[in-house]
């Protein structure tokens, strides 16, 4: 799945897996150049995320609820009215606000 913003395109991988969802960006080296999207959750922890990362919670139909730029390590968001939760590379957040629907596309 793609996330158009803009003229930048960013890959999102869906994790379902609890072993996926559990690691996310943990440890995770390299330059983060895609997204991550975790169904059905209500809290983001970056604890042992060695980067800074964009968070977006949105509802059901991902309609964005808030938004946190530039998130360091060992932070824990928690937001009741969530329903999904997006990791992104730092500085995509800054494209969206308050309100928009992030759709996904399959190329």
Do not use: W
Not at 4 to 11: E, L, T
Not at 31 to 59: E, H, M, P, S, W
Not at 64 to 78: P, Q, R
């Amino acid at each position: 799945m793609f996330l158009k913003i803009g003229n930048k395109k960013i890959q999102i991988f869906e994790y379902k897996k609890f072993g996926e969802r559990f690691k996310t960006f943990k440890f995770y080296l390299k330059d983060i150049n895609f997204g991550l999207k975790l169904a059905r959750k209500k809290y983001a922890n970056t604890y042992f995320f060695c980067q800074k990362v964009d968070v977006c919670f949105t509802d059901k139909n991902d309609r964005i609820l808030y938004i946190y730029n530039n998130v360091t390590s060992e932070k824990l968001i928690f937001k009741i009215k969530a329903h999904n939760i997006y990791y992104f590379p730092v500085g995509v957040c800054r494209l969206l606000k308050v309100g928009d629907i992030i759709k996904l596309q399959n190329k």
